[in-house]
């Protein structure tokens, strides 16, 4: 059976164009949830925006186990405005863990890793009053946009997303939250790894410690940084 797939917006962007052709030659009956796997396994630069979208059959939305038949029109709808979860975000308010670790909850993934990075308040000694994150906004979206693509290329069906804020943070207050999930719980605590390790060598924002009595802007604290390995 040859299908024909409408695609929009930045699916269709994602897959190379409007209309997808493609073969189904098993013999199990096509459903919108098969349809969605094979294009996954096409198309994994655009697995992520996959999931989230939905399909149409005869202009009208799908169930998962609908029988989808010969000269049936179907469609993949990517959420309309405002119904795509920004995975990649900066802010300068306060950050809820819970509405970023919500962002990757997905019913085929029996695991989730929250990390969450506050503002302590001793380090090495020295008593931190508050923290300041400056950064260069468009690279460092682009970088955690990278970094999350990074995760679902490597460890399959997982999900992640990251919210950093930056101004003053203070003391307790959270200043990142990367959310992962994955079908099983040693891809997420990998991923999890990954992504905040990634984050430090990658993401072009940086922190000024303001101590009782000074400051001084802080970096990776890794090793030599060099954001190309």
Known sequence: MKLHIYVFAGLAEQLGGPLVELDWEQTDPLTPALLKERLMACYPQAA????????????????????????????????????????????????????????????????????????????????????????????????MQQIIQEIGERWDGALCAVTHRLGRVNIGEISVVIAVS??????????????????????????????EDGSEWKGHQQGPWNPLT
């Open 48 to 143: 992520a925006a996959l999931r989230h979208a939905f399909v149409a059959v005869n202009q009208s939305y799908a169930e998962d186990d609908l029988p989808i038949g010969i000269g049936d029109e179907i469609a993949v709808i990517p959420p309309v405005s405002g119904g795509q979860p920004q995975l990649a975000e900066i802010t300068r308010e306060a950050i809820s863990a819970e509405a970023v670790s919500a962002k990757v909850m997905h019913p085929n993934n029996g695991a989730a890793l929250t990390f969450i990075g506050t503002t302590r308040e001793w380090t090495h000694g020295k008593r931190t009053v508050l923290l300041d994150y400056e950064a260069y906004e468009p690279m460092a979206l682009k970088t």
């Open 182 to 211: 994955a079908p099983h719980r040693d891809a997420v605590y990998e991923a999890s790894r990954h992504a905040i390790e990634r984050l430090k060598q990658i993401v072009p924002i940086w922190k000024k410690e303001i101590w």
